[in-house]
């Protein structure tokens, strides 16, 4: 905070990082706040926070001896950070540091924290000088016939306006401030050649009441575009600027009527009348093809921008899943069972990404699964896949589940008893394919479920070593416990294929019609 | 094609269409030494080995290829840049209806897999498929049957069920499957070869052939919804 006393205008331009003027210094949180809008000053000078006028009050700029004269030194010194994140150095006028030279600045309107055209706060940073003494000297010229507005608009027209990445924030009194030297710069004008009684003062009393309507369509046009290019905040405040458009669309009006009845003379007024008719409709149809192209590109623009996003997102995807996975298998490609699993792994995942998660079969989508040991999986073909991929994953072996006859909530509500049952059903199958995973000595083992209105079947087969479930000594838990039992407990039954040599296959059907007092009996029971 | 030939004959010629060299290569390596390797374990017996004699990266090269070289079974990838497997399929039945098309592909999605076999294709392997059983797949579409991956069985499976509120057949003989033909499926979907169905089922093995082959037909020519959505979905019907 070096020079708290006058601060009209922050200006935070994105330059790279490197030593500025001044040190960064840090944002506020509560500044994230969008420039105030222009037409909303009358309200009191707020206190030193930086909370903005509601966008709603839409008053016509009353000139209020409070609001031009309001010091300027309890107004918070906020900045807000750029689109881009926070931008280092503020460069402005006022910014810089006493006896720092000042940096070249071109003469330029300002984009963003202008008034109205932005003119005097871009004469301000070109000249170095405070912006309210700018403003000042506009509004003194306007007491020598109206030239104050006449300069101002034809700045307005013909400097060209800054970069839209730079923001700056305004803070509410200096704009109220600013406002108030406007409308008495307007005051001043208008009397001025109420006085004078020269044929000026007829041109530029309602002249300048025309031009303060255009000037307000014009910006508001301005701040659509801004908001549009900048993408957010299109429906806040669209009201607000709808009535600032019929606001300066009204001002356009009577000041030309005021203008034209001045003349008093019917016929010319007719003529006119006519002339701008026509002039108008010729214009409308000349600028046609501009106004069609400019509608296509908007729309392509948008498309575009969307592709580009599209694009953005698949390579970020990318990146962060195969890219890492090859990166990985390049550095462990000397252990094939490490290489195969990622792989393995690399592959489920982006088969999910691409082919939009583990429903496969009804729905015609595909795949497997979720990540791993995630334990949200909450529809039976999900948990089916997670535990697949689990398996697959500590096991080193392909595990393929096809899934027929559409989904199943794990915990379907309409019917009670389905609830437990089919998580057990899944950690039996679980069960199972470690089983086979573990003993049959295969790389592949098959999972198939089949969904029936009122039952759910799951194979689990390999091809492997098979062995003779009567010689499988009874202190061994697997398929007797975590099978047999889970399966029993919620009414299931297990039907266990196999013999040396000739592979397993588990066979589990689980009811899903169970009574709940039953399944609850059951659970007790467990 | 004859379809009695398959296994007695002479070396089966394959011409792999694949965008990607890098797997062009792969199949063409396992398949050499799914020949001498343990071969012929399952179904089809082990007379004819199988020789790859051609490739193509791309749809127009496939075409002309496979019209210059004959081949009797093409392994086709579903997706290429510039349409497709199916697309191949459309340009080579009319004029060569004895070359057989096997799909081999990445993808696990309904779509795909129903838009090539009903766009020609007698059969579909996901490319994970191992090198011996790959060759068996060849020979058995050379033989004239239908290889099914479980995958493909449960997508067949599920389009032919019947849901509470769907529309009713148009076609019975078409629309439906018999439940013999339900039951030969849902062991293809469970990873049973067409032997181990056979002792299951207490048939013959050309009986599960035959079975097979006319679910193929009925995949094919149905004109159930799924089918009809899913080849639809990807504009390849």
């Given at each position: ?173 200096e704009r109220q401030q600013a406002l108030g030297l406007a409308a ?291 202190d061994r838990h697997g398929l007797a416990d975590s099978v047999r ?42 | ?237």
């Amino acid at each position: 905070m070096t020079d708290p006393a006058t601060t009209p205008f922050r200006a935070v331009v994105p330059r790279p990082p490197g030593p500025g003027p001044t040190p960064a210094r840090p944002v506020p949180p509560a500044a994230a706040a969008r420039p105030v809008p222009p037409t909303a000053a009358s309200t009191p000078p707020p206190a030193p926070t930086t909370t903005v006028p509601p966008a709603s009050a839409t008053t016509v700029p009353v000139p209020t001896a409070s609001s031009a004269t309001v010091p300027v030194s309890t107004v918070p010194r906020v900045r807000v950070p750029g689109p881009g994140g926070p931008v280092p150095v503020a460069s402005g006028s006022t910014a810089r540091a006493p006896g720092a030279p000042a940096p070249a600045h071109p003469l330029q309107r300002h984009r963003s924290g202008r008034l109205l055209g932005g003119v005097a706060g871009g004469i301000a940073a070109h000249l170095g000088a405070n912006v309210l003494w700018v403003r000042a000297v506009f509004v003194a010229l306007m007491a020598v016939g109206g030239a104050g507005i006449v300069a101002y608009g034809l700045l307005w027209i013909f400097v060209r306006q800054e970069d839209a990445r730079v923001e700056r924030v305004v803070p509410a009194r200096e704009r109220q401030q600013a406002l108030g030297l406007a409308a008495l710069g307007l005051g001043i004008g208008l009397a001025a050649s109420a006085l004078g009684n020269s044929s000026l003062g007829w041109i530029v009393g309602p002249i300048g009441v025309a031009v303060v309507g255009a000037a307000l369509v014009w910006r508001e046009a301005d701040e659509a575009q801004r908001r549009r290019l900048t993408g957010g905040g299109r429906r806040a405040g669209w009201r607000a600027g709808l009535l600032r458009v019929l606001l300066g669309a009204l001002f356009v009006a009577a000041g030309i009527a005021v203008f034209l009845l001045g003349r008093l003379d019917l016929g010319q007024v007719q003529f006119g009348l006519l002339a701008v008719l026509a002039t108008l409709v010729g214009v409308a149809v000349i600028t046609v093809p501009w106004w069609v192209r400019l509608v296509r590109d908007l729309g392509e623009e948008r498309s575009q921008r969307i592709r580009e996003a599209e694009r953005a997102e698949i390579a970020a995807h990318l990146h962060d899943s195969v890219l890492q996975t090859l990166a990985l298998i390049q550095r462990q490609s000397d252990s094939p069972r490490e290489v195969a699993r990622l792989a393995r792994g690399q592959e489920r995942e982006l088969r999910s990404w691409l082919y939009g998660g583990a429903v496969q079969g009804r729905a015609g989508r595909s795949g497997a699964a979720p990540t791993p040991g995630s334990g949200a999986a909450d529809s039976l073909v999900a948990a089916l896949a997670a535990a697949a991929a689990e398996v697959e994953d500590t096991y080193a072996l392909t595990v393929r589940p096809v899934v027929v006859g559409g989904d199943r909530a794990l915990d379907a509500g309409g019917e009670a008893g389905t609830n437990g049952a089919l998580r057990a059903l899944v950690l039996a199958a679980r069960e199972a394919m470690v089983n086979a995973a573990k003993h049959a000595g295969v790389d592949e083992v098959s999972v198939y479920a089949e969904v029936e209105p009122d039952e759910v079947n799951v194979f689990v087969r390999d091809r492997g070593a098979g062995f003779d479930p009567d010689a499988v000594p009874a202190d061994r838990h697997g398929l007797a416990d975590s099978v047999r039992g889970r399966m029993d407990r919620h009414g299931g039954t297990v039907r266990l294929r196999t013999a040396p040599g000739e592979g397993t296959e588990v066979h589990l059907r689980m009811p899903t019609a169970v009574s709940a007092g039953q399944a609850a009996a059951e659970e007790r029971t467990a | 094609m004859s379809g009695s030939d398959g296994s007695a004959g002479g070396p089966v010629r394959v011409f792999l269409v694949d965008d990607h060299a890098l797997f062009r290569s792969g199949v063409r390596a396992e398949l050499d030494r799914g020949v001498t390797g343990s071969g012929g374990a399952d179904g089809a017996g082990a007379g004819g080995d199988v020789t790859v004699v051609g490739e193509a990266g791309s749809v127009a090269e496939a075409v002309a290829g496979i019209a210059h070289l004959r081949p009797d079974v093409v392994l086709l990838d579903v997706h290429m840049p510039d349409g497709g497997g199916a697309e191949v399929l459309r340009r080579v039945r009319p004029t060569q209806p004895d070359v057989v098309f096997l799909a081999l592909s990445v993808s696990d999605a309904a779509e795909d897999v129903i838009a090539v076999i009903r766009a020609g294709a007698r059969g579909y392997v996901t490319k994970t498929i191992s090198g011996r059983e790959l060759v068996d797949a060849v020979r058995r579409v050379r033989a004239g049957d239908a290889v099914f991956s479980p995958r493909l069985a449960g997508f067949v499976l599920d389009a032919f069920s019947d849901r509470p509120g769907a529309a009713p057949p148009s076609d019975p003989e078409l629309d439906r499957l018999t439940r013999r033909e339900r039951d030969v499926l849902r062991l293809l979907a469970r990873g049973y070869s067409y032997r181990e169905i056979a002792g299951e089922l207490f048939i013959s093995v050309k009986t599960v052939e035959t079975h097979v082959s006319s679910v193929l037909r009925k995949t094919q020519l149905s004109n159930r919804y799924e089918l009809s959505r899913w080849a639809s979905d990807r504009r390849l019907v």
